[in-house]
């Protein structure tokens, strides 16, 4: 049989319930065996304290204990004695009955006094009927009362029983201030008499019995636990198995609002994210095969021309093939560039620099092309240092896609409008142009992979429809942000939030 979840978690839910249960019982059978025994011990305390009051008053009337040696029937007329009268604190006990030797009863209620009245009979638990065999007649001394007691004399020799007897207890017999003797009662080990077994054996099964209840309570309660606790796991189960088999659309039942609910929503979204990079790795390699195909159509036809001489070699046709191969090449960097990133094989070299200089660098290098394009370039950056944590190589492949970006998609006579200033613990580095602009809802669209806004961001202003991508994996690589919105100028407002240093 296989041991699923469910099985080990009501097996182990069970098993903790049967030994807790179980030691329950057990501790609880002991601590009543135990308890019962101390509770006759306290009893038999009590009966030692009024045997030594009994045997005060007998070395009273006989000035020693010397008859106690020789025959033993005196101490158990003692006992006797002992048992038949009731407890003190008893004090809705009857009566005591007359002594077996005592001669006279009280009169009845109309007077007559010279009548006496028969002393009563022992009581049954008291004397066993004379007439029963032997094996019938209740024990006179269930416990071992006098099996257990030793009597010792004021000079310390034991009349009865052991004299050094450990444990149990010791009880001084006095006569006014002087002690005439001592009275020892060895501890009580265990229960002999039937009547104190049967009640122990009746109180220790019904606990075994109330134990077996719980335990089959527990078992039937953890199954059904575990049944409905690992409910939502065989739906989770059913849509991975969907997922593994390509179907990525399945998603998971939220049953619950617990961690099995959370893992259900974490699946619902790793199985959003796969269908959408899928989607995505589709339309790429659709994209990237339609890029390549171009260039490499347009090469062989120019190719197959100056072949059939259709066409001759010129500088115009040698120029014309040199321009579609480094297109081709532009494209294949690029998507090596992204591959490496997706693999996390892109390398950094990190260190602490100002951002004002290497911008304003570049913004002198690129003010040649922005002036032949037939634009205005405005620059705005503040007085203060800008430093950040960042790699000056990468940083600059990111401001020139950039810069690239704002002259071949900008009308000439138009405007790219540079600033960097400080927001709080970023520095917000902003390139903004004017029209063409992009159409609403599309700006977020442009750092995807081979994405195009339609007619002004065409193929034919050049381009692999990869910068702004790699753009912004750069950029997140450094711990910022990158985004596009519509710009004031008619066009389109790339900002880039980077963390801010105080000192370098």
């Given at each position: 049989m296989r041991l699923t979840i469910a099985r080990?978690?009501?097996l182990a839910i069970t098993a903790i319930v049967i030994i807790s249960i179980g030691t329950l019982a057990w501790v609880t059978s002991q601590n009543l065996k135990s308890g019962f025994i101390a509770y006759l011990s306290d009893l038999e305390r009590q009966d030692l304290v009024r045997l030594s009051k009994l045997l005060a008053e007998d070395y009273r009337q006989n000035g020693n204990f010397d008859r106690f040696q020789a025959n033993r029937r005196p101490m158990r007329d003692l006992l006797d004695q002992i048992r038949n009268q009731p407890r003190p604190e008893n004090e809705d006990a009857p009566a005591p009955p007359p002594r077996r030797r005592q001669r006279e009863a009280a009169a009845d209620d109309r007077g007559d006094r010279d009548e006496r009245r028969p002393p009563p009979p022992p009581r049954a638990q008291d004397r066993p009927p004379r007439d029963a065999p032997p094996e019938q007649r209740p024990p006179i001394d269930p416990m071992g009362f006098g099996q257990r007691l030793s009597l010792i004399d004021k000079h310390g020799t034991a009349l009865i029983g052991p004299g050094d007897a450990p444990g149990g207890s010791i009880q001084a017999i006095?006569?006014?201030?002087?002690?005439i003797g001592t009275i020892r009662l060895a501890p009580l080990r265990q229960i002999s008499n039937a009547s104190a077994i049967d009640f122990v054996s009746v109180q220790i099964r019904h606990t075994l019995w109330l134990a077996l209840t719980l335990i089959l309570v527990a078992l039937v309660f953890s199954l059904w636990l575990a049944r409905h606790l690992l409910r939502p796991l065989k739906s989770l189960h059913q849509v991975t198995a969907k997922i593994s088999k390509g179907q990525?659309?399945?998603?998971?039942?939220i049953i619950s609002q617990d961690e099995l609910g959370d893992l259900a929503r974490d699946i619902n979204s790793m199985a959003q994210n796969l269908e959408r990079n899928e989607t995505q790795r589709s339309k790429m390699l659709a994209?990237?095969?339609?890029?390549?195909?171009?260039p490499l159509t347009v090469i062989q036809g120019e190719i197959e021309a100056l072949i059939d001489g259709v066409r001759h070699i010129t500088p115009a046709a040698l120029e014309s093939l040199h321009a579609e191969v480094r297109h081709l090449n532009k494209l294949v960097d690029d998507i090596r560039?992204?591959?490496?990133?997706?693999?996390?094989?892109?390398?950094?070299q990190f260190?602490?620099?100002d951002l004002r200089p290497l911008l304003a660098d570049l913004l002198q290098r690129f003010a040649l092309r922005i002036e032949q394009a037939g634009l205005r370039l405005e620059s705005q950056l503040d007085d203060m240092p800008a430093w950040i944590r960042a790699d000056?190589?990468?940083?600059?492949?990111?401001?020139g896609n950039l810069l690239e970006n704002c002259i071949r998609y900008t009308d000439s006579g138009g405007q790219i409008v540079c600033s960097l200033q400080r927001n709080g613990a970023l520095l917000e580095l902003s390139l903004e142009d004017s029209a063409p602009g992009v159409a609403d809802g599309k700006h977020a669209l442009l750092f995807d992979r081979l994405y195009r806004a339609d007619n002004a961001r065409s193929r034919?202003?050049?381009?692999s429809g990869l910068g702004l991508s790699i753009c912004k994996v750069i950029v997140e690589a450094h711990g910022g942000r990158i985004s596009a919105t519509a710009s004031q100028l008619g066009g389109v407002k790339i900002l880039i939030q980077l963390p801010y240093i105080k000192t370098p």
């Amino acid at each position: 049989m296989r041991l699923t979840i469910a099985r080990k978690l009501a097996l182990a839910i069970t098993a903790i319930v049967i030994i807790s249960i179980g030691t329950l019982a057990w501790v609880t059978s002991q601590n009543l065996k135990s308890g019962f025994i101390a509770y006759l011990s306290d009893l038999e305390r009590q009966d030692l304290v009024r045997l030594s009051k009994l045997l005060a008053e007998d070395y009273r009337q006989n000035g020693n204990f010397d008859r106690f040696q020789a025959n033993r029937r005196p101490m158990r007329d003692l006992l006797d004695q002992i048992r038949n009268q009731p407890r003190p604190e008893n004090e809705d006990a009857p009566a005591p009955p007359p002594r077996r030797r005592q001669r006279e009863a009280a009169a009845d209620d109309r007077g007559d006094r010279d009548e006496r009245r028969p002393p009563p009979p022992p009581r049954a638990q008291d004397r066993p009927p004379r007439d029963a065999p032997p094996e019938q007649r209740p024990p006179i001394d269930p416990m071992g009362f006098g099996q257990r007691l030793s009597l010792i004399d004021k000079h310390g020799t034991a009349l009865i029983g052991p004299g050094d007897a450990p444990g149990g207890s010791i009880q001084a017999i006095m006569l006014g201030n002087e002690r005439i003797g001592t009275i020892r009662l060895a501890p009580l080990r265990q229960i002999s008499n039937a009547s104190a077994i049967d009640f122990v054996s009746v109180q220790i099964r019904h606990t075994l019995w109330l134990a077996l209840t719980l335990i089959l309570v527990a078992l039937v309660f953890s199954l059904w636990l575990a049944r409905h606790l690992l409910r939502p796991l065989k739906s989770l189960h059913q849509v991975t198995a969907k997922i593994s088999k390509g179907q990525l659309d399945a998603r998971a039942e939220i049953i619950s609002q617990d961690e099995l609910g959370d893992l259900a929503r974490d699946i619902n979204s790793m199985a959003q994210n796969l269908e959408r990079n899928e989607t995505q790795r589709s339309k790429m390699l659709a994209d990237i095969s339609h890029e390549l195909r171009t260039p490499l159509t347009v090469i062989q036809g120019e190719i197959e021309a100056l072949i059939d001489g259709v066409r001759h070699i010129t500088p115009a046709a040698l120029e014309s093939l040199h321009a579609e191969v480094r297109h081709l090449n532009k494209l294949v960097d690029d998507i090596r560039q992204l591959t490496l990133a997706d693999s996390g094989d892109l390398h950094y070299q990190f260190v602490a620099m100002d951002l004002r200089p290497l911008l304003a660098d570049l913004l002198q290098r690129f003010a040649l092309r922005i002036e032949q394009a037939g634009l205005r370039l405005e620059s705005q950056l503040d007085d203060m240092p800008a430093w950040i944590r960042a790699d000056g190589g990468r940083l600059t492949q990111v401001l020139g896609n950039l810069l690239e970006n704002c002259i071949r998609y900008t009308d000439s006579g138009g405007q790219i409008v540079c600033s960097l200033q400080r927001n709080g613990a970023l520095l917000e580095l902003s390139l903004e142009d004017s029209a063409p602009g992009v159409a609403d809802g599309k700006h977020a669209l442009l750092f995807d992979r081979l994405y195009r806004a339609d007619n002004a961001r065409s193929r034919a202003n050049g381009g692999s429809g990869l910068g702004l991508s790699i753009c912004k994996v750069i950029v997140e690589a450094h711990g910022g942000r990158i985004s596009a919105t519509a710009s004031q100028l008619g066009g389109v407002k790339i900002l880039i939030q980077l963390p801010y240093i105080k000192t370098p």
